[in-house]
């Protein structure tokens, strides 16, 4: 499968013939395939917004999405795009030059939330979640005026994970970032394909293809920062016992909810014995 180079799209053309690079690619493309399988995520006639940051895990999604595309298993169009935020020293002519290089349809749309963010959070508080949600505000206007259905972002197992127990840790909630989710209006779906993907295949890729990043610390992201510390109590627990977040993450596809104590969500009232059964086991005489 992955002998064949015609056509190849130029973000691959530069990929390393090494054995073990070529078994790291072909892994992301399964493990992408097989979520964007598994949540359904493409339509008749999809129009993607692939939402780039500029870090390790965007490219990396980008990637994947254009071999999937190539390969004929990836039936939608592709637009890149990139929120410049407004925050000091961004390096605005990264992903333009890179997309443009890479023969990418993309846009680049700025919209100063960092001058938002800084005037609303006091000193002192993080700033990720209003960030986030303006982010996500401009991406949903950007996607309806490009007429995508689809806003798809690079989130991955780790994320996922992570924001499990943070929710769990201190908002009191079994939830995570579903791998598909429609928005509260009902018009668009946020899909993360890399749902399957550890953080450290991104990494490990993004460094082989020499990717141009962009680092996530240009608004003063602070450190103590609770998904920081939820990211060092995992890494305790993988380096004790290799292999622990994929357990973790199987127990996300795995749920119980008869074992769980929602009572929205399994009706515990309703559960009563059989008596009839009940009688008949009575009934019948010790052995």
């Known amino acids: 499968m992955f002998d064949e180079t015609d056509g190849l799209p130029p973000i691959l053309r ?4 090494t054995t073990e690079f070529r078994k790291l690619r072909k892994r992301l493309v399964r493990e992408v395939r097989d979520a964007i399988e598994t ?3 493409v339509a008749p006639g999809a129009r993607w917004l692939v939402c780039l940051s500029g870090g390790k895990d965007s490219y990396t999604l980008l990637a994947v999405l254009l071999e999937l595309k190539w390969r004929g298993l990836l039936p939608v169009d592709l637009l890149a795009c990139n929120l410049d935020q407004g925050q000091p020293d961004f390096p605005a002519t990264v992903l333009p030059g890179f997309l443009t290089r890479m023969q990418v349809p993309h846009r680049i749309e700025y919209a100063d939330t960092y001058s938002i963010v800084m005037d609303k959070i006091p000193a002192g508080r993080t700033f990720c979640s209003l960030c986030s949600r303006l982010r996500r505000g401009n991406l949903y206007r950007i996607a309806r005026e490009e007429g995508c259905s689809a806003v798809v972002l690079g989130h991955h197992r780790d994320d996922i994970l992570e924001t499990f127990f943070m929710n769990l840790f201190h908002g009191g909630r079994l939830a995570t970032m579903p791998p598909k989710l429609l928005n509260d209006e009902g018009d668009l779906v946020v899909c993360r394909p890399l749902a399957f993907v550890a953080e450290a295949d991104c990494d490990r890729f993004a460094k082989a293809m020499n990717f141009p990043i962009i680092p996530c610390d240009l608004c003063g992201s ?9 990211k060092q109590i995992l890494d305790g627990w993988e380096a004790r016992s290799p292999g622990r977040r994929q357990v973790m993450f199987r127990a996300l596809m795995n749920i119980r909810p008869s074992h769980l104590l929602d009572p929205t969500l399994f009706d515990f009232a309703g559960l009563v014995p059989d008596l009839v059964k009940f009688a008949e086991n009575s009934s019948r005489p010790d052995p």
């Open 39 to 41: 949540y359904g995520m």
């Open 14 to 17: 530069d990929a390393p013939d």
């Open 222 to 230: 602070q450190d103590g920062l609770q998904r920081q510390q939820v």
